[in-house]
């Protein structure tokens, strides 16, 4: 399969302390524990699966989109949890954090490392799969999504009503709203809306406390989870969004091109999004992209949900169920990402096509800010990438292989590409999208997370708002019951 470079042209469109885990002998007693507790507070309920179930492995599977977290050396929940009622996670909550269990939340699995489904401590699995209920209101142009739907459900429940309204998120149906919104939720209506995070009105959310808290009662927390991630702060139950105004008919397209690259040749595809007829994006590109060549017959006019197959390679002519569903087969990947302020000189890419060569079956995707993002104040929300950066890059490998070798073989061609790089990216820090997570932007212990450690990723997440983070982390969960290998932990005071 030959290289891929992807651009994507949006720009068409106008004391950190944390209580210790419990050794093995204790965890049997532990689980006892935490199941009475979930009948002490009238919610037997809930669905709790354990190892013993014939179930378990097919409910925890069921969700895990990246094959290298798949198999015996992934360390397993103890129990996991699928509420259908808020009142379940409430308790789940509750009973995980009085029994020193932690809890690992998953909405739609697409952890790129897999800190939704698995953790080094012994933990709880709370699923939120069943919590996808979706409920739109035309005439005001909102909608309030439950964090365990999909964003394929959504648009769906979107083009199920009307042709003139969308949502601006990403391109992969089965991803969950519920991380996909807290990371920042990026799609390729950017440059015309903005991020997820930017057309959010409020939010319900369960806090360590396992209170309900929503957009009144949060206070600065409904900024930090705009960008800033769900997992450090609490367990995100619903949204509600502003829908946006599309015309019925759009233009998507995507023209590919050839570089020679020695005897190699690499295929460069500029694919796209125009709120409006093709041709007037013909008009339009012919003043400001004459280099592209576009013409007429590369541009395909359909509705705006027709676009959201189109991104996902999906044939346009396929009902619109197909949206509805949830798993996607799971494929063994690495990604990492890059921010980019200032135009990579011509004479720089001879040699990152040389590295993209070098990697094997991958792709990097370019993807332009501007517009919109220009537009949004920095400290509107947590998610801290805006006016000034040029464009976005996610560089992405997968494999078929099994074992330990394919994989570091594969990751260390993927670290050579980033690293031919770095000359034409973001520097102290080297910034990055949280939402294509990566665990060698640093890690924290769980058990004993350290400041330090905190701050060497956080501030590539999040930059400047990474203490700010902080300091409502301490506010909203002072003991760091939510945790992981890269949360934010409360801000300490010796600071």
């Not at 490392?113 to 142009?141: A, H």
Request: some cysteine; charged content about 20%.
């Amino acid at each position: 399969m030959s290289n891929l470079l992807l651009i994507i042209p949006l720009l068409l469109l106008l004391s950190t302390s944390a209580p210790p885990s419990l050794g093995l002998a204790h965890q049997s007693t532990s689980i006892s524990a935490f199941r009475q507790c979930l009948q002490n507070h009238n919610h037997s309920d809930a669905v709790l699966y354990l190892p013993t179930n014939s179930s378990f492995l097919p409910v925890l599977n069921a969700y895990i989109h990246n094959k290298r977290f798949i198999g015996p050396a992934t360390a397993k929940p103890l129990a996991i949890v699928t509420p259908t009622h808020e009142s379940h996670v409430q308790a789940t909550v509750l009973c995980a954090k009085a029994n020193n269990l932690q809890i690992r939340t998953r909405s739609g699995g697409h952890d790129y490392e897999g800190l939704s489904y698995r953790s080094p401590s012994p933990f709880i699995l709370l699923d939120l799969n069943n919590l996808r209920r979706i409920e739109l209101d035309v005439e005001t142009e909102t909608a309030w999504v439950e964090a365990g739907a999909t964003l394929g459900e959504l648009y769906y429940a979107i083009a199920n009503k009307t042709n003139t309204l969308a949502f601006p998120a990403g391109v992969c149906p089965s991803i969950g709203v519920g991380g996909h919104f807290a990371g920042g939720g990026y799609g390729n209506l950017l440059r015309k809306y903005g991020l997820s995070v930017d057309n959010v009105l409020d939010a319900r959310v369960v806090d360590a406390r396992g209170e309900i808290l929503n957009r009144s009662t949060m206070g600065d927390l409904f900024w930090a989870i705009r960008g800033g991630g769900g997992a450090s702060f609490g367990v995100i139950l619903s949204w509600k969004v502003k829908l946006v105004r599309v015309p019925e008919v759009v233009t998507a397209f995507q023209v590919d091109r050839w570089l020679d690259q020695g005897a190699t040749k690499v295929m460069i595809s500029f694919v796209g999004e125009y709120l409006g007829r093709t041709k007037d994006l013909v008009s339009y590109l012919s003043r400001s992209f004459p280099e592209l060549g576009f013409r007429e017959v590369d541009g395909k006019e359909m509705s705006w949900v027709e676009t959201v197959l189109f991104w996902a390679m999906i044939p346009v002519n396929k009902p619109l169920e197909v949206l509805l569903n949830r798993k996607s087969e799971p494929s063994y990947f690495k990604s990492k990402s890059d921010y980019v302020t200032e135009i990579i000189p011509r004479e720089a890419l001879p040699g990152i096509w040389d590295a993209l060569l070098k990697v094997g079956p991958c792709f990097t995707q370019w993807n332009p800010y501007g517009g919109r993002m220009a537009e949004i104040d920095t400290d509107e929300a947590a998610y801290a990438h805006r006016a000034g950066y040029l464009f976005k890059v996610q560089y992405y490998v997968w494999w078929v292989e099994d074992g330990e070798e394919a994989e570091a073989r594969h990751v260390g061609a993927l670290d050579a590409l980033h690293e031919a790089v770095t000359p034409y990216v973001t520097k102290e820090p080297r910034e990055a999208y949280l939402n294509y997570r990566d665990l060698e932007n640093g890690v924290n212990s769980v058990e004993k997370p350290e400041w330090s450690k905190a701050k060497v990723y956080g501030e590539k997440y999040f930059k400047g708002h990474f203490e700010r983070l902080a300091k409502i982390k301490a506010e909203f969960d002072p003991e760091n019951f939510f945790r992981d290998q890269q949360s934010i932990p409360p801000f300490p005071h010796s600071h």
